[in-house]
């Protein structure tokens, strides 16, 4: 308790030394009157908002609903989403999984009911990340309340049951992983890729990115493919390829030449980088690009192809705005453009014929209100001769925020199930205030 105490009292020095003290009390207000409001809402009966769009002759349905709502309807716990289980057979399950403060909780029932699961001796510490390795199992990232806020701080590794009993514990282990794909188990195989801070200092970065294996459940790890900081930033994602056993890709941003796409067909003894790395230039569809048309935090596997969407607003485009790219998969890359959207890209959901695509809020200063919000796109799995490779169906509401502009923070279901799915959200997007989860529910005609 001490220890939060202490970080706070800290924090409201750094406020006050930069004269944002007083701008820092108002929004608080300003939250807490926001929330009492939104609660009081969400006693009564679910807040809900809908969006939709009608689409282009000849794609598979004509019309998309999106109805979007906060599931946790308790004030307390503080939950924020942090995945949705996908099972050994690749199949999606109704197991959705979020973090608080001393623990997580878990749903059973796609988001309907809820089970709080406090982690002995941690009742303090942050939880960032919660994955679940089956038999009853889960792999969580945690951090101290005295490290909170400390840049490339390593984080503790636990291995825990569901009733919050920790099984393994290894203390300062190694740093975070990026949203919901950079950690995945297949098989017996374990892993996880880094994604630490690691901001440059005079020119350089100060650490050294990893990824880790485990082939005992979490008992035991080994660092299997490692970058020098001079080479990459951080991690963006990796996962296993459905239905090809030992692959997994990996890509690593953020600076243009920083970023690539590696494949491993042997679970992670060998890798080799598809994305053509000795070129400092890509043409696709007849535009050159800089290395970012690699920078991506989520891709998805079709037939034969890949297709991804980049984790950059590409401003020296013409015109400037995130791609989305579509490539056969071979020894190299060749992507061809689907489609351009505004900000970053941070998730792909596969939600039958077509893939739903999330950017984030703007990043950039002075960009009108109109033009700041997140963005909704689709994109069929096959291409629809003579009309678009990609549609915008709406851009979300969005309300004052001292939050930073991820809006899902590349946190969110690979699939929608019988079309529900979930993501994370910043507290001031979508709805004024309420937890950092949304459950979606996608109708299409």
Known sequence: MWQVIRFYVQRARELRSSGQLGHAILSRLRRRHAEARFNAEQSTARVRKEYSADLPVGYPARKITLSLSVPFTQTKPNIAFTDH??????????????????????????????????????????????????????????????????????????????????IVKHPAHSHRWHGSRSAAIAGSTILFAEYLSNIAVDGKRPADCKVWRSRDRGRSW??????????????????????????????????????HIWVTHDDGDNWDDISTPRRERIKASG???????????????????????????????????????????????????????????????DIGDFLLLLSQRSNVAGTPDALKKPSVHLVPKKAVPGAPGMVHVCDLDIYPTRDRPGFTFSKASRAAVDGTFFTYRSSEDVFPAGHRILEWKVTLE
Not at 86 to 102: I, P, S
């Open 222 to 259: 080994e660092a299997v493919f490692e970058q020098l900081g001079g080479n990459v930033r951080h991690f963006h994602f990796l996962q296993p390829r459905p239905g090809n056993e030992g692959e997994w890709w990996l890509t690593s941003g953020d600076l243009p030449s920083e970023c």
């Open 287 to 349: 535009e050159h690009y800089k290395r970012d048309l690699f920078r991506l935090t989520d891709l998805a596997w079709v037939e034969g192809d890949v297709i991804w969407g980049t984790d950059d607003h590409v401003g020296y485009g013409k015109p400037p705005g995130a791609r989305v790219f579509r490539s056969a998969i071979g020894r190299r890359l060749e992507p061809e453009l689907i489609g351009i959207g505004r900000w970053h890209f941070r998730n792909m959901v």
């Open 85 to 166: 289980v996908v099972d050994q057979q690749d199949r999606m399950t109704n197991t959705v999984l979020a973090t608080m403060r001393g623990g997580f909780v878990v749903s059973r029932d796609l988001g309907k009911t809820w089970k709080i699961v406090k982690v002995e001796g941690h009742a303090e510490h942050y939880f960032i990340n919660v994955k679940d390795i089956g038999l009853g199992e889960f792999l969580i990232q945690t951090i101290p309340p005295q490290s909170r806020g400390i840049k490339n701080v390593p984080l503790d590794m636990l291995v825990v049951n569901e009733s919050g009993k920790v």
